[in-house]
């Protein structure tokens, strides 16, 4: 069945929508890779905070010491498992950037 100008027309159209919305997306996801580069170094410092200062903040804390734990909302970093939950987050987040880097490069799922 050949091809008619107006079906032709029509796909064209389509993947042109397409690709212009690829150009709309390709700033944010630049701007998601830098995001995700300066969470990657947040992560770093409270990593280091956790394993060589957490336990001696909490101890010092429950031992009286009159510091605010107010926060803006969030949990506060000394509450039990607050780091611990945002490293996993963390973790988690890295695995499907991964898989999905992982899928966009493998040739078998190429057209």
Sequence with gaps: MPLTPEQ?????DEIQALYRRW???LPQLEA???QWRQAAQI??????FYA???MA?????ADGLPVSLRTEGEYSVLSEDTLFDAFD???RLAWQWLREATAA?????RA
């Design 8 to 12: 032709a027309q029509q796909r064209i």
């Design 23 to 25: 150009l709309q997306l």
């Design 32 to 34: 998601a890779q830098q």
């Design 43 to 48: 992560m770093t410092e409270l990593d280091k």
């Design 52 to 54: 060589a200062e957490y």
């Design 57 to 61: 903040y909490t101890n010092a804390v």
């Design 89 to 91: 987050d963390h973790y």
């Design 105 to 109: 490069l493998d040739p078998e799922n």
